[in-house]
């Protein structure tokens, strides 16, 4: 979106055109970050009022299971061959086609006469969850070529705070949309939101993508002999040879996927946890607890953007273990049976270590280089989706013998243990570092010049992500 080059000392206007070009890209980031919010609060609203509407056609608890399923199951898929995608097509055809395809498959949904409702239900859960998968990795993988390595947590913290506020609408408002107009009306307005995505996307110019990938599959590149011919390249695991060839990455990546298995165990226990406080009104403490998780989310947000404007440094992999400890801890602690007070204070920590992770997370997979980024946040979803799939699976059957504290305790413990892990292997690969100009600090002065200079260049993203310390010294000031 800007200049690949810095301004020059003889150039005494390069400084001020670089500035406006930062302005312009942060302005359009805005508008995506806005459409992106408003496609989000159709997907929180139809994830309530889908499976609402499920059971009430169905009439089987089962049937929500599977719809849920067959969703996380198609958002598996879409994370495996993302990678591929972005590296034929642009991010911006991605993200446009995934709003699109979401929009259509609800007006199908609301067209399909009684006899086909459930199989335009089933292939409602197939689109939302692909396109989903589609649109998110398209978006986090190219933020770093559209606003610039040194403002891409700024970018990834307003993403991730109008997905939270997004969150708290749908969820908010789902039932007094369907209780007030009725299925068919809130279908319709979650495809309207699709189409607000889609026209935003449609008028922004946004890079990323189309052929992303392309360098690092080239056999030569790997210095192999090149093996063209009818069939075409040959294949190879490129997110996986990425993840094994910078193992501190391919762990952090694994601690996504646990984390994401705790996950399911808290959203799977708090309706039943809920009923043994308030067995007449349930979903009042359900929907409080989400509300103030949200505030503590978006709270960091705002903490983490002033600190890399103050600072020029943003949170790295360091940031990401230590937020998972303590955001696994919240939630097992919002179990406890502690007063209403003390559990409004949890929540609050837990939705501030949450998003203080997923900034962490994000960021730290965007210093990889661009031939590989794609890939890897295809395989990242991948992980998550297997995880919390996985997870919805054993803590169902869990909860029919054991107590919310002691599933939710299991389940971020493990996250916690695997955090641990991953802390003390980050930590060894620091000190494994060697010191002087061509050890951490002098290789971190000369990537903070090439974050200065944007990422015009490939360069500007590569290095060790394994390492862990990409992410703080190396970004200049936003």
């Known amino acids: 979106m800007g200049s690949a080059d810095g301004p020059k000392a003889d150039e005494p206007d390069g400084g001020s055109q670089k500035t406006r070009e930062t302005a312009v ?99 409602v859960s197939v689109v939302i969850g692909a396109c989903g998968t589609l649109f998110m990795v398209a978006l986090r993988s190219s933020i770093p070529e559209m606003v610039g390595e040194d403002r891409r947590a700024w970018a990834n913290s307003l993403s991730i705070t109008g997905r939270s506020l997004a969150m708290v609408a749908g969820f908010a408002s789902a039932g007094v949309v369907v209780s007030l ?97 308030d067995a007449s009104n349930p979903a009042v403490f359900v929907s409080a607890f989400w509300c103030v998780w949200a505030l503590g989310n978006i709270g960091a947000q705002q903490v983490i953007q002033r600190y890399a404007q103050r600072t020029g440094r943003s949170v790295g992999a360091l940031g990401f273990g230590y937020g998972t400890v303590v955001m696994s801890a919240a939630f097992i602690a919002a179990f406890a049976g502690f007063p209403l007070a003390v559990t409004a204070v949890i929540a609050l920590i837990a939705g501030a270590a949450d998003g203080l992770t997923e900034v962490a997370y994000t960021s730290h997979l965007q210093t990889l280089p661009a031939t590989l980024r794609g890939h890897a946040f295809g395989l990242s979803a991948t992980f998550e989706n297997l995880g919390f799939g996985v997870g919805m699976i054993l803590v169902a059957a869990a909860l029919d013998r054991f107590s919310p504290l002691a599933v939710v305790g299991w389940s971020h413990g493990a996250a916690i243990v695997v955090a641990v892990v991953f802390l003390l292997r980050v930590a060894a690969l620091r000190r494994a570092e060697p010191a002087g100009p061509m050890g951490r600090a002098g290789r971190a002065g000369q990537a903070g010049d090439t974050g200065r200079a944007g990422l015009g260049k490939e360069e500007a993203v590569e290095g060790r992500p394994d390492r862990g310390d990409r992410d703080g010294a190396e970004v200049s000031r936003g």
């Open 181 to 277: 107009v009725g299925y068919t009306a809130a279908f319709l307005l979650d495809m309207a939101t699709f189409v607000v995505c889609a026209v935003t996307v449609a008028l922004l110019p946004i890079a990323g993508g189309k052929g992303a990938g392309t360098d690092a599959e080239k056999p030569e590149k790997a210095g192999e002999p090149e093996k063209a011919g009818k069939s075409g390249p040959r294949w190879r695991p490129v997110a996986f040879l990425a993840l094994a060839a910078a193992p501190g990455l391919g762990l952090m990546v694994a601690l996504r996927g646990v984390d994401a298995f705790g996950s399911s165990s808290h959203n799977a226990a708090l309706p039943i946890y809920s009923t043994s406080l």
């Open 25 to 123: 890209s942060e302005r359009r980031f805005r508008f995506l970050v806005a459409g992106y919010a408003v496609s989000s609060y159709g997907t929180f609203l139809n994830m309530v009022a889908l499976n609402l509407f499920v059971y009430e056609t169905t009439g089987r608890a089962l049937a929500m299971g599977l719809f849920m399923a067959v969703r996380l199951a198609s958002g598996f898929v879409a994370g495996l061959v993302v990678g591929g995608l972005l590296a034929r097509f642009s991010a911006k055809s991605i993200m446009l086609w995934a709003n699109v395809g979401q929009g259509a498959v609800m007006l199908l949904l609301i067209l399909a006469p009684e006899s086909l409702v459930t199989g335009a239900l089933m292939a």
